[in-house]
C-alpha cells in the first residue's frame, strides 16, 4: 500500500534528484507485492502531476522538472520485467505524442496499462511525424490508436492528425488524453465517430477491459 508517508518521501526525493533513494522506494514497494497500477496512478502519475503543477507556479526549474521525469521513466523501467510477462490476447494498440509533442512520459503510462491488461502496446514515443504514424497504423491494423498531448499548443496539430486518420479509417477507435485539455479541446471528442476523451488511468483501464 501506497501510504501518505512514502509518498511525501518519494516526491521529496524526485524533486530532489535522488535517484538512489526513489528506487529504494519502488523496489521495496515491488518487494511487498504492491500492484502495479497502484504504483503507476498512485505513485508516478500523481507525483508528476504534482511536478508538473509546481513547475506552472515556479516553485521548480525546468531542469529538476525534467529530472523528476527522467527518474521516473527509468524507474517504470524497473517494472517492465513484471508488465511484459502478462499474458497476451491479440489486441493492438498504437501509442503516440503529436508531432512536436516532446512530454512522452504519460503516453508510456498509457501503453503499459494496455499492456498489463494483456494487449500489445506500441508506443511511438515523443514527436511522430503524422506520415511515419499513418504508414505504422497501416502496418499494424490496431484495435486502438491514442494521442497524447501535454501543451495546448499543440492543439493544431492534434486536430490535423485527427482529421488525417478518421478519413482514411473512419471506424477506428481513437483515444485522446493529456494534461493540455485541461486547458480546452475535450469538444474534439465529439466531432467524429469513435473518438473518446480519457481523462484518468482509471478509466482508461475500464476502456480497455469494455475493448476486450
Known sequence: MITKEIYDEYLENLISGNRPRCREIVENLMAEEVD????????????????GEMWESNQISVATEHLATSITESLMALIYPNIFSKEHIGKKAIISCIANEYHQIGARMVADIFEINGWDGYFLGA??????LINYIDSKNP?????????????????????????????????????????????LAEKYPK????????????????MS
Open 36 to 51: 502495479i497500477k497502484d504504483l503507476y496512478i498512485n505513485l508516478f502519475q500523481t507525483s508528476m502531476y504534482q511536478v
Open 143 to 187: 484495435d486502438i490508436v491514442c494521442f497524447s498531448l501535454s501543451v495546448y499548443f499543440n492543439i493544431s496539430e492534434l486536430m490535423l492528425t485527427l482529421e488525417t486518420v478518421k478519413s482514411r479509417w473512419p471506424k477506428l477507435t481513437v483515444l485522446l488524453g493529456g494534461q493540455a485539455f485541461r486547458w480546452g479541446g475535450k469538444e
Open 195 to 210: 473518438v473518446f476523451y480519457i481523462d484518468s488511468l482509471n478509466k482508461l483501464e475500464n476502456f480497455i477491459k469494455e
Open 127 to 132: 514527436n511522430t511525424p503524422i506520415k511515419d
